[in-house]
């Protein structure tokens, strides 16, 4: 059981819709991901969000004009991102497992996207694996974006994954860093307790 499932019971997706709609009306910018991910790759780029929850940054980037896929284990989560845009591929999948070809889908994405504490909330001792998954979807040349927490002020369960353990698995699935950040506004890094890491594949 991953440790999200630990911490909402699975039931969580309305609660969570919830509280992005609110931050919304009270002038909250809910767009960071989408922006950062939007300054990476042109409109019509495929982008594969993982661990998409209620597909907030792949609405918003498929507003954008990019071509999105969302894939999530929870089905909270999915039911309301399939209310909110039944347009787009929602697909129930654990990302430990996770196998392009099983779905009908192309691994040949320009984009995947790792938002929202997705490595921190996995199963202990899967993150690796998630890693090669999600590097294996990817076209050559392709960009995995992670954005999490290191730190208990930045997360809502106890630290995990640590960043030379992320760049190590990165390694090991033929990825390469280009660059990392503070922030979803792109702020340097320094030492923090948020890092947002961009790393490519072979050409």
């Known amino acids: 059981m991953s440790r999200w499932q630990e911490l909402t019971g699975g039931t969580s997706g309305h609660e969570y819709a919830a509280r992005f709609?609110?931050?919304?009306?009270?002038?909250?910018?809910?767009?960071?991901?989408?922006?950062?991910?939007?300054?990476?790759?042109?409109?019509?780029?495929?982008?594969?969000?993982?661990?998409?929850?209620?597909?907030?940054?792949?609405?918003?980037?498929?507003?954008?004009?990019?071509?999105?896929?969302?894939?999530?284990?929870?089905?909270?989560?999915?039911?309301?991102?399939?209310?909110?845009?039944?347009?787009?591929?929602?697909?129930?999948?654990?990302?430990?497992?996770?196998?392009?070809?099983?779905?009908?889908?192309?691994?040949?994405?320009?984009?995947?996207?790792?938002?929202?504490?997705?490595?921190?909330l996995l199963a202990a001792g899967t993150e690796a694996a998630v890693v090669k998954r999600l590097a294996g979807a990817l076209r050559p040349g392709g960009l995995l974006v992670a954005g999490f927490g290191l730190d208990a002020a930045h997360l809502p369960v106890p630290p995990g994954i640590t960043l030379p353990e992320y760049d190590a698995s990165c390694t090991g699935a033929g990825l390469a860093l280009v660059d990392r950040f503070a922030t979803w506004d792109a702020d340097a890094y320094g030492v923090g307790g948020y890092a947002v890491s961009i790393h490519r594949t072979s050409p």
Not at 51 to 79: N, Q
Not at 87 to 107: K, M, N, V, Y
């Open 21 to 120: 709609v609110a931050l919304a009306r009270n002038g909250k910018d809910v767009h960071g991901e989408a922006r950062f991910c939007a300054a990476l790759m042109p409109a019509g780029a495929r982008v594969l969000d993982a661990g998409c929850g209620t597909g907030r940054v792949a609405i918003r980037l498929a507003e954008l004009g990019y071509d999105c896929v969302g894939i999530d284990l929870d089905d909270s989560m999915l039911d309301v991102a399939r209310t909110y845009a039944p347009e787009l591929s929602w697909f129930r999948a654990d990302l430990a497992e996770f196998d392009p070809a099983l779905l009908g889908i192309a691994a040949d994405f320009d984009l995947v996207l790792a938002a929202g504490n997705v490595f921190p």
